[in-house]
């Protein structure tokens, strides 16, 4: 049963079960619903206590409905129907509580959560705003400034927070239902929450609040339309307010990026569904990692951070010492931002250790390496490897580009070896590039599906090429961009059609930020098998050569003046001189990112028909997570199917 009636005494217990999250669907609807009606008629209930069964209270709407036409009873009847009981009902909240199931319990009179509850209304990560009520309920609880932020920034709170804000009344010790139930019995009259006044708010500071959160947000329209609902329900009669909500929520639900981000969405979910990934996992509990620099300290973050014994190895004191420094300095950084003090810095710390000897990996589960990328170098590591470590453990590599397959046939076993393709920074991206190679036993690549789930990572399984999904895409992108430059286009140029377009940066800005040199030492490499009929840009090389390798050295594409990217008349001198050298007539090029986007739609489609990918999907994944594609687009090949 979806919805289940039971008594305490003069108390009725209501409790929604509909795993594995207990969406409100139609059926939950109109069970509740129904529920509802039953306890209005029945004078020997005094209170209600609606609870939820499983991991967690109410975790939004069913997304899967969103493609089809709103079925009765819809969810703001039902709300108002508990809102408007003289009953008071007492919302029992565990788990994560958002969206539709937030928007229920501020129709509850009174609210209590277990120790851990997370609330909000994250509607606006899939195109939408709150359309239950939730704009014009919760500032009547919190103050505005915390009403705009969760509404149009989509993030939750703790309970912690959720207490000192108003928005709950109590948080539960260890019994949360047992507590619900003492609130009911001393429970006296309602009070609808429609019926309170706003909070307190200053017009002036939520106007800039909600400011940044549009420009933040690169032409998501959502956001703005989340402003415009949370500030009008600051000043119009509640029920204007609602009937603006509503329709609000309505004509964002068909909106072209209310479909993409619900393909991504959903796209995510999917990622590892292929059966390798629900093979059976080898127990992964000592991570190690061979090199110290930027990629393998944030490899080694991120491990730790979800509690994996870690050992590093570089190649002398002084580099271990460094990458050791490196990693304290993230965990500390991850600390700071997620609000824990010295104490927890150490207990993560304590699983780390650093030094210069392979023996130290002889216990690692698993082992990858973050090393300089070239090939020699890699299969100089994976022969230490090889001696040092047990032969079932897992070696996995990091490369960008290199062939995987090459540096496995030099192992007696290559059937250990995978792919961990991390993004940097690597304890902050979400992406898992998992790259199979052809003789990589089917526990590795469960393992490594289940290392991914573990880290919190969206990992995606790919095949063996040049780049994988994500840099051969990227590759036919950066191509294109420097085509455009050739023609008679400007980097900036560039990069502000991409801003516009809603990327978090430019191609040429996000070059400069990855380091110049590797695409370079790529470029080179391929150099001698490299078509003489291919169209080849030789700015970049050119920049290289002078020194330029990007913002780690100060310059590249752009200058850096205090950190910040300007435009280089030294770079315009080299661009010049290589159209000049190539004849061409530097006209403006016309539209810009259907250019790039094309670019990427084709190499995409070379990806999915040559199995690198096996679904468009995890393509759009790819591009989303691990190179900034905007969200709200969809991704590259969702984008290709619109009309």
């Keep these: 049963m979806t919805v289940e009636l039971t008594h305490d005494g003069n108390l009725a217990i209501v409790t929604i079960d509909n795993p594995p999250v207990n969406v409100t669907s139609?059926?939950?609807?109109?069970?509740?619903?129904?529920r509802i009606e039953t306890l209005e008629r029945d004078p020997a209930v005094a209170a209600v206590v609606l609870r939820c069964a499983g991991r967690t209270f109410i975790a939004g709407a069913d997304a899967t409905e969103f493609d089809a036409p709103p079925q009765a009873p819809h969810l703001p009847d039902v709300i108002a129907a508990v809102e408007a009981s003289d009953k008071p009902w007492i919302a029992a909240l565990h788990g994560t509580v958002?969206?539709?199931?937030?928007?229920?319990?501020?129709g509850c009179?009174?609210?209590?959560?277990?120790?851990?509850?997370?609330?909000?209304?994250?509607?606006?990560?899939?195109?939408?705003?709150?359309?239950?009520g939730g704009t014009v309920r919760l500032p009547r609880l919190v103050p505005g400034d915390l009403a705009l932020r969760m509404i149009a920034g989509g993030k939750p709170i703790t309970a912690q927070d959720a207490l000192s804000a108003g928005l709950i009344d109590a948080i539960a010790g260890d019994d949360l239902l047992q507590a619900a139930l003492t609130r009911a019995r001393k429970a006296t009259g309602t009070v609808p929450t429609l019926s309170?006044?706003?909070?307190?708010?200053?017009?002036?500071?939520?106007a800039g609040i909600g400011a940044r959160l549009v420009a933040k947000a690169r032409g998501q329209v959502s956001v703005a339309e989340a402003v415009e609902a949370v500030t009008q329900a600051l000043t119009a009669p509640p029920e204007d307010a609602l009937q603006a909500e509503r329709a609000r929520f309505l004509r964002l639900k068909s909106s072209p990026q209310c479909a993409a981000l619900r393909h991504v969405f959903f796209a995510e979910r999917r990622s590892l569904s292929d059966p390798r990934a629900k093979g059976t996992a080898?127990?992964?509990?000592?991570?190690?990692?061979?090199?110290?620099?930027t990629m393998g300290a944030g490899i080694a973050t991120a491990c730790l951070r979800r509690g994996f014994q870690v050992r590093m190895v570089e190649r002398d004191a002084a580099t271990a010492e460094a990458g050791a420094r490196r990693v304290r300095e993230m965990v500390e950084e991850s600390a700071r931002r997620e609000g824990q003090d010295a104490a927890a810095v150490a207990v993560t710390l304590d699983r780390f250790a650093a030094g210069t000897?392979?023996?130290?990996?002889?216990?690692?589960?698993?082992?990858?390496?973050?090393?300089?990328?070239?090939?020699?170098?890699?299969?100089?590591?994976?022969?230490?490897l090889e001696a040092a470590t047990r032969p079932d453990a897992i070696l996995a590599t990091n490369t960008s580009y290199l062939d995987i397959d090459e540096l496995a046939a030099t192992l007696d076993d290559p059937s250990r070896v995978i792919g961990l393709h991390f993004f940097s920074p690597a304890h902050v991206m979400k992406l898992l590039e998992i790259v199979l190679p052809d003789a990589v036993a089917d526990t590795v690549a469960a393992s490594a599906a289940?290392?991914?789930?573990?880290?919190?990572?969206?990992?995606?399984?790919?095949?063996?090429?040049?780049?994988?999904?994500?840099?051969?895409?990227?590759?036919?992108?950066?191509r294109e961009a420097e085509y455009i430059v050739e023609d008679g286009a400007w980097p900036e140029e560039v990069d502000a059609a991409m801003r516009d377009f809603g990327f978090p940066i430019g191609i040429f800005e996000m070059q400069d930020m990855a380091g110049l040199d590797i695409g370079w030492a790529m470029r080179k490499r391929r150099a001698a098998t490299r078509d003489p009929n291919e169209r080849y840009v030789a700015i970049a090389d050119r920049i290289c050569e002078a020194g330029r390798l990007g913002r780690k050295a100060g310059a590249g594409w752009y200058d850096y003046v205090e950190g910040r990217p300007v435009p280089s008349e030294t770079v315009r001198g080299m661009i010049a001189a290589e159209r000049a050298r190539q004849g061409r007539t530097a006209d403006r090029p016309a539209d810009i990112m259907r250019r790039l986007l094309d670019a990427m739609q084709a190499e995409a489609r070379a990806v999915l028909a040559d199995g690198t990918a096996r679904r468009a999907e995890d393509i759009d994944v790819v591009m989303v997570n691990g190179y900034g594609f905007p969200r709200h687009r969809g991704g590259p090949m969702f984008l290709a199917g619109q009309p």
């Design 282 to 293: 080898r127990e992964i509990a000592e991570v190690g990692v061979v090199g110290g620099g």
């Design 98 to 106: 958002l969206g539709g199931g937030l928007e229920v319990a501020m």
């Design 357 to 384: 000897e392979y023996a130290a990996l002889a216990q690692a589960d698993l082992v990858i390496e973050a090393v300089f990328e070239e090939m020699a170098v890699k299969k100089a590591v994976f022969a230490e």
């Design 109 to 132: 009179h009174i609210r209590i959560a277990a120790p851990g509850t997370r609330l909000g209304l994250p509607e606006v990560t899939l195109g939408l705003i709150p359309g239950a």
């Design 450 to 478: 289940a290392f991914a789930k573990r880290l919190g990572k969206i990992g995606v399984f790919a095949g063996v090429c040049e780049g994988f999904i994500g840099n051969r895409i990227m590759s036919a992108y950066r």
């Design 196 to 206: 309170r006044p706003v909070r307190p708010f200053d017009a002036g500071a939520l």
């Design 26 to 34: 139609q059926a939950v609807r109109a069970a509740l619903l129904s």
